[in-house]
């Protein structure tokens, strides 16, 4: 089970400067628990490199905790936890209802990404039900993968991929595509999208 580690003065959620309590909470059963407290000094530093490194300090004290529960944590402090991976929230309450929606927040964001991964790893077109005819929407693939250009969407398909026909849909036709001489293009404009049917040309 996660862990969520809350960073508190004295179990009171005040800003993480004043803050001098980790908590580390555990879900046991169907209560969150109190597995481990570690007590520290509120932090001092009036330098970056300072706060830093007693922001490190404290972060090292959440050790295996996979989220970070304060009042308020903003600046290096929200940097050196945000890049040593951990999920961070920030509420006036540490409770079971907000552990729960905490890690209910986090599985979704998980499952986000993996999508999203997958997505990017799988981009290109599809083979319908009938064998041979594809079909790629590439205005639905970059709204959700924006960094997907149109090349890399479609030129591993065209390039190694035996096919009949694409159906391809998108916003507007790629200039590369318009200017490939290796296929047919049929083009038809609706709902503000452009339809293009493309085929190999014919020797």
């Known amino acids: 089970m996660e862990k969520i580690a809350v960073i508190s003065k004295d179990q009171e959620l005040v800003p993480f400067l004043y803050c001098n309590l980790v908590?580390?909470?555990?879900?046991?059963?169907?209560?969150?628990?109190?597995?481990?407290?570690?007590?520290?000094?509120?932090?001092?530093?009036?330098?970056?490199?300072?706060?830093?490194?007693?922001?490190?300090?404290?972060?090292?004290?959440?050790?295996?905790?996979?989220?970070?529960?304060?009042?308020?944590?903003?600046?290096?402090?929200?940097?050196?936890?945000?890049?040593?991976?951990?999920?961070?929230?920030?509420?006036?309450?540490?409770?079971?209802?907000?552990?729960?929606?905490?890690?209910?927040?986090?599985?979704?964001?998980?499952?986000?990404?993996?999508?999203?991964?997958a997505m990017i790893q799988n981009a290109g077109p599809v083979e319908t039900q009938t064998p041979g005819i594809y079909f790629l929407d590439l205005v639905q693939l970059q709204k959700e993968c924006p960094e997907i250009s149109s090349k890399k969407a479609l030129l591993p398909f065209l390039s190694h991929t035996p096919f009949l026909e694409l159906q391809l849909v998108c916003a507007h036709i790629p200039p590369w595509l318009e200017t490939y001489d290796s296929y047919e293009k049929k083009v038809l404009n609706g709902n503000g999208k452009v339809h293009i049917t493309i085929t190999r040309k014919q020797c």
């Open 23 to 117: 908590e580390i909470f555990e879900k046991v059963g169907e209560q969150w628990q109190v597995v481990r407290t570690a007590s520290f000094s509120p932090i001092t530093g009036n330098t970056i490199e300072k706060l830093r490194k007693e922001a490190e300090a404290i972060m090292t004290l959440a050790e295996d905790a996979k989220a970070v529960l304060c009042r308020e944590l903003s600046g290096i402090p929200f940097s050196v936890f945000n890049q040593n991976g951990y999920c961070i929230f920030c509420s006036e309450k540490a409770d079971q209802d907000t552990f729960d929606g905490m890690i209910k927040d986090i599985e979704e964001s998980d499952e986000k990404r993996r999508r999203k991964e």
